[in-house]
């Protein structure tokens, strides 16, 4: 039988997570290395709290969570996400009875992507159910590093409901940020959002800040990932602001890179600033 040692162990090198990430904040490297060789000298609340960084509760442990199906299962459901292969989404789903005694992550897993199945299919209503119930057994079992894709996917849902979604991209980007994630791809598609969401309320202060923000991820990780949409989003917000001098400082600095990327028709919408502003 696998012991809470060994289950921390597997799950984190599943994750591709340091020890010394693991333990900070939380305990020594040498406590946590410890800990996986089954030498429980931490306190609970130390064990729990480096249960909690991995998205684990001792739920998960008791049901046995780490087992071949198990793993299988959401490792399965996270590469259709990745992809948006909501057929393959669908037909794993399906078998999810071959799941002994599913813990409470797999349960969260089945209700997100039941979830994000029924949003592809427009069904708005049966989506914002199973969504809820994945958010409330996240909150309450302390999977928080699902959080902010849950809180996305909430945010979308409003979205097509036509409700406000900005609570939810706010508590998306609020809580990856509590969790310290460096998955750059999802803090800019949150940061993106947010963008949106500001720039259409004319909150043009807040799309700036934003779109700063977002333009020095992308820099760092040498990536063109949306990065011509939040420099168009910049634009309008200065345009806006009636920040001229400040629109053609930034079409100098930006040419190249709406050139780069092949997005000049985007970038001739912008050669007359009060043709935008207007």
């Not at 069904?123 to 809180?151: C, M, T, V, W």
């Not at 460096?182 to 598609?189: A, M, N, P, V």
Request: proline content about 2%; aromatic content about 10%.
């Amino acid at each position: 039988m696998k012991t809470i040692g060994d289950k921390i162990r597997r799950e984190r090198i599943r994750q591709g997570i340091s020890q010394k990430k693991l333990s900070l904040g939380i305990c020594s490297q040498s406590s946590l290395s410890r800990l996986e060789n089954n030498d429980m000298s931490l306190s609970m609340r130390k064990v729990n709290q480096i249960l909690e960084r991995l998205g684990l509760s001792f739920m998960d442990l008791a049901a046995d969570e780490g087992t071949v199906k198990g793993e299988t299962f959401l490792k399965g459901l996270d590469k259709t996400r990745h992809h948006d292969d909501y057929d393959g989404m669908e037909a794993i789903l399906r078998h999810h009875h071959g799941i002994k005694a599913p813990g409470e992550k797999s349960i969260m897993y089945m209700k997100w992507h039941h979830g994000l199945v029924a949003l592809h299919k427009k069904d708005y209503g049966e989506s914002e159910k199973q969504l809820r119930h994945a958010i409330y057994i996240a909150e309450k079992f302390k999977f928080r590093n699902h959080l902010p894709e849950l809180y996305m996917t909430m945010g979308d849902i409003k979205h097509f409901l036509e409700e406000p979604p900005l609570k939810y991209y706010t508590g998306a980007y609020k809580i990856y940020r509590e969790l310290n994630l460096t998955d750059f791809r999802l803090e800019i598609k949150i940061l993106y959002h947010l963008i949106v969401c500001n720039s259409n309320e004319g909150q043009h202060h807040q799309v700036i800040l934003k779109c700063k923000k977002a333009i020095n991820i992308l820099s760092r990780n040498f990536s063109s990932y949306m990065m011509c949409d939040i420099y168009d989003l910049w634009f309008k917000a200065l345009a806006g602001l009636n920040e001229e001098e400040e629109y053609t400082r930034l079409r100098c600095r930006t040419h190249i890179i709406f050139e780069q990327h092949s997005c000049l028709d985007m970038w001739e919408k912008l050669e007359n600033y009060p043709a935008v502003n207007n």
